[in-house]
T-cell receptor, first 114, second 114 residues
């Protein structure tokens, strides 16, 4: 079984500053992928970034980067130069080779302050 | 290339009625996943289907819930005799292969039971 823990129910960040959203995971499968999704108030799930367990380098997508520390089982999302439009709920998820479905954390509500 | 489509986007049902939620996967995708998001929570896996087959229904409630993905037409999530606790957002995702690393989410159906 897979598990995702997001310990920050809410976070605040000043516009243009960087913010880190925490995510730790647990799985017994040696092959897995870690995902981050953004859910704005409109409700849709927007894929942000993916990290495979065997990827040597941390994933980056524009202002998003994933700080992957395999030994610590953490996959934190870093958003640089925060914008007001980044205010949303952020979910971390894991998908293991042994299980087709994704397992999601409880989410972090990010609020960007002007 | 159209994304995953779900309809209706919003559905209101009275207690005891039936709810039918539809999901049309991305073109060429034959794998469909249903997830449920209760208020203030992350998404929880319900069921994984391929065309005409239920592969994994480990997340489905034992009663009142059923899912199908016929050879022709959309995948249907059916909830019989709805109760207030069924009020949630229901998301469908599709993938080209059975791997979880490439699931694309639809916009969700928000079910409200009055």
């Amino acid at each position: 079984a897979q598990k995702i823990t997001q310990t920050q129910p809410g976070m605040f960040v000043q516009e243009k500053e960087a913010v880190t959203l925490d995510c730790t995971y647990d799985t017994s499968d040696p092959s897995y992928g870690l995902f981050w999704y953004k859910q704005p108030s409109s409700g849709e799930m927007i894929f942000l970034i993916y990290q495979g367990s065997y990827d040597q380098q941390n994933a980056t997508e524009g202002r998003y980067s994933l700080n992957f520390q395999k030994a610590r089982k953490s996959a934190n999302l870093v958003i640089s130069a925060s914008q007001l439009g980044d205010s949303a709920m952020y979910f971390c998820a894991i998908g293991a080779r042994s299980a087709r479905q994704l397992t999601f954390g409880s989410g972090t509500q990010l609020t960007v302050l002007p | 290339n159209a994304g995953v489509m779900q309809n209706p986007r919003h559905l209101v049902r009275r207690r005891g009625q039936e709810a039918r939620l539809r999901c049309s996967p991305m073109k060429g995708h034959s794998h469909v996943y249903w997830y449920r998001q209760l208020p203030e929570e992350g998404l929880k896996f319900m069921v994984y289907l391929q065309k005409e087959n239920i592969i994994d229904e480990s997340g489905m409630p034992k009663e009142r819930f059923s899912a199908e993905f016929p050879k022709e037409g959309p995948s249907i999530l059916r909830i019989q005799q709805v109760v207030r606790g069924d009020s949630a957002a229901y998301f469908c995702a599709s993938s080209l292969t059975s791997g979880s690393h490439e699931q694309y989410f639809g916009p969700g159906t928000r079910l409200t039971v009055t």
